[in-house]
């Protein structure tokens, strides 16, 4: 069996691992769309790495984009096979992967006419242009290649390959992937055939979230490719980021009368401020103050919430037992109407606005932070992380003073702050405390350690030896290793 590490690797997007065992199978450990840099991706999106139409089948972790999000393209590259994840999964991606392919439309259109003012004489027979990697058409095509199984389900992909998903904590539907895979192995020039396990943990969550369980205990392994997004990092405790937010909003909304502005993703991480912000206010302590979704994808997304209350956190269901709706209260509004969102950046008066994106690299945040950033009485808070060529992160760049948005330079006034809280990964403690109580460490040979910025993974490798691990390799991108 070998694996060949295409993305992902030294980074934190783009995840795509591919498995060839020896009886010839091929399976693509997640299909992850590489984001944060605008058009810069697109290049590094249509180089695969191999032959979708030769691919047998994807197991996919969990649906956000940067995990599932080049779908659709393998599907029009002539990939056949079916894609294997979780219900929960299947029906966020129908979701995502829909907006995914709108934004790229809106994206190409708005290149393409700077590319036309570019090159207004263009040369016969030659073109700048560019096309979308997939349309709406391409994810309806890909929708109907799903296969979903329940958590804890061992079952069968093929003859000598079984897989088993259990709850990994990070999203709605998110799962550690355990594959089991027959073939031969050569111990003391002995040979025989073994089962050799497997293990690719996606994105890990936390051990204590408001609306998810904690990632559940998952089966031995041999082998385990694992996330290090946040692998030289602790998190703040669950109450203080409960507290910082309630502090924020006390701050900006109250006392300068100003209003707070949170780029979040659509799914996981807006439903969980949403809920912390019901808590609040079923406590009698959030100001009287309006909060605004300002998302069709969030707005949807929490519908598909609402549909899978068992697998939410025992926090969700004592909730649920008094209050009918976790996600929902009085002075809350979802909005989907783009004039209504619009109309946002007109009001004066104190509120919250929720909206994606996360890195503040498109959508509507994007446009309610170029309209107050210069006013001193608000605040953008950043509630997770940023890929560091994003607008996320660059506007927390210290004493920085001027940032262009939408190609304007824009005095920066409100304030800039950070809840690393509400992350949906782990940090590395809460990681390896989770490998060390699922496994015996002694028994795994070998680490892969992907998905963290290069000083994250090299750190997080001196923790996992720490804690008794051996042969821990970050491996580059491309690069195939042989189990």
């Known amino acids: 069996m070998k694996i060949q590490f295409l993305g992902a690797t030294r980074e934190v997007t783009g995840s795509k691992h591919l498995i060839t065992t020896d009886s010839g199978h091929t399976i693509l450990l997640d299909c992850g769309m590489y984001q944060g840099k605008g058009m810069e991706t697109d290049a590094a999106n249509r180089d695969l790495g191999f032959d979708p139409a030769s691919l047998d089948c994807v197991v996919l972790s969990h649906a956000h984009i940067d995990h599932s999000g080049l779908i659709p393209y393998i599907v029009k590259m002539g990939f056949k096979g079916d894609i294997y994840c979780t ?75 079984l897989l088993t998903f259990t709850n990994s904590g990070h999203m709605l539907g998110g799962a550690i992937c355990s594959l089991e895979v027959y073939e031969e192995s050569n111990v003391e020039n002995q040979k025989s055939k073994v089962w050799k396990r497997v293990t690719y943990t996606g994105d890990v969550g936390r051990a204590h979230c408001h609306i ?88 949807n997304a929490t519908q598909i919430f609402r549909m899978y209350p068992d697998e939410l956190s025992e926090e969700v269901q004592d909730t649920l037992r008094f209050d009918p709706d976790p996600f929902g209260f009085n002075t809350l509004r979802y909005i989907t109407d783009i004039n209504e969102s619009k109309a946002l950046n007109h009001k004066d008066e104190p509120c919250i606005i929720i909206s994606a994106s996360g890195m503040l690299e498109a959508g509507r945040i994007k446009h309610h932070v170029a309209n107050h950033i210069s006013d001193p009485r608000c605040t953008i808070l950043i509630v997770g992380y940023c890929e560091p060529s994003t607008l996320g992160a660059r506007i927390q760049q210290p004493g920085l003073m001027w940032i262009s948005i939408f190609g304007l330079d824009r005095r920066i006034k409100a304030q800039i702050t950070k809840i690393e809280g509400f992350s949906g990964h782990g940090d590395y403690k809460e990681m390896i405390d989770y490998f060390t109580r699922s496994l015996a460490v002694e028994q795994v040979k070998q680490v892969f350690v992907v998905h963290g910025e290069e000083t994250a993974a090299e750190a997080y490798k001196g923790h996992l030896e720490e804690a008794g691990f051996k042969q821990i390799t970050i491996p580059h991108k491309g690069e195939e290793i042989s189990l």
């Open 87 to 161: 219900p929960a999964t299947r029906d966020l991606c129908a979701l995502m992967l829909a907006d995914t392919a709108f934004i790229q439309e809106q994206d190409v259109r708005t290149y393409n006419k700077k590319i036309d003012k570019q090159h207004p004489h263009k040369e016969k027979g030659k073109t700048y242009k560019i096309e979308p990697l997939y349309n709406q058409n391409d994810v309806n095509r890909a929708m109907k290649q799903f296969v979903t199984y329940s958590y804890d389900r061992r079952f069968r992909l093929f003859d000598d390959v």
């Open 212 to 299: 998810l369980p904690p990632p559940q205990l998952f089966p031995q392994c041999d082998y385990l490719i694992c996330e290090s997004t946040y692998g030289d990092k602790l998190h703040d405790e669950q109450m203080v980021t409960e507290e910082e937010l309630l502090g924020v909003v006390e701050d900006t909304c109250v006392y300068r009368k100003g209003q707070l502005l949170i780029p979040s993703f659509s799914v996981g991480r807006t439903q969980e401020i949403v809920y912390v912000l019901n808590q609040l206010y079923n406590d009698g302590r959030l100001p009287h103050i309006p909060v605004y979704v300002d998302s069709p994808m969030s707005t």
